[in-house]
Nanobody, 125 residues
Framework: QLQLVESGGGLVQPGGSLRLSCAAS????????IGWFRQAPGKGREWVGC????????????DYADSVKGRFTISRDNAKDTVYLQMTSLKPEDTAVYRC??????????????WGQGTQVTVSS
């Protein structure tokens, strides 16, 4: 089986931090680009950011949506087959279900058929 599992969501106050994890099962995660997306009730899916696949020369380049740039950081731990989304300075508008997706390239992850189940992030005072 090939599976992605997100974890780390929860309730946090505005200005706080959370670290989400996207863990792979059944494949080597560093062979894939991993993107993070979020969806709030009544809204469409929003791209958050992406880390490209490791190629032996780099652990992957990252890119972020303007709404989270400077606050969110994506990183890899290849030994653990895990990609992280470190979220700081959280705002109420960051409240959403966060999901990760895997694919050959960041540019095609929005149509990837391979997604995790999602983890809820709620930012509220």
């Amino acid at each position: 089986q090939l599976q992605l599992v997100e974890s780390g969501g929860g309730l946090v106050q505005p200005g706080g931090s959370l670290r989400l994890s996207c863990a792979a099962s059944g494949f080597t995660l560093d062979d894939y680009a991993i993107g993070w997306f979020r969806q709030a009730p009544g809204k469409g899916r929003e791209w958050v950011g992406c880390i490209s696949r490791s190629d032996g020369r780099s652990d992957g380049n990252t890119d972020y949506a303007d709404s989270v740039k400077g606050r969110f950081t994506i990183s890899r731990d290849n030994a653990k087959d895990t990609v992280y989304l470190q979220m700081t300075s959280l705002k109420p508008e960051d409240t959403a279900v966060y999901r990760c997706a895997a694919g050959p390239d960041c540019a095609v992850l929005h149509v990837s058929p391979f997604w995790g189940q999602g983890t809820q992030v709620t930012v509220s005072s």
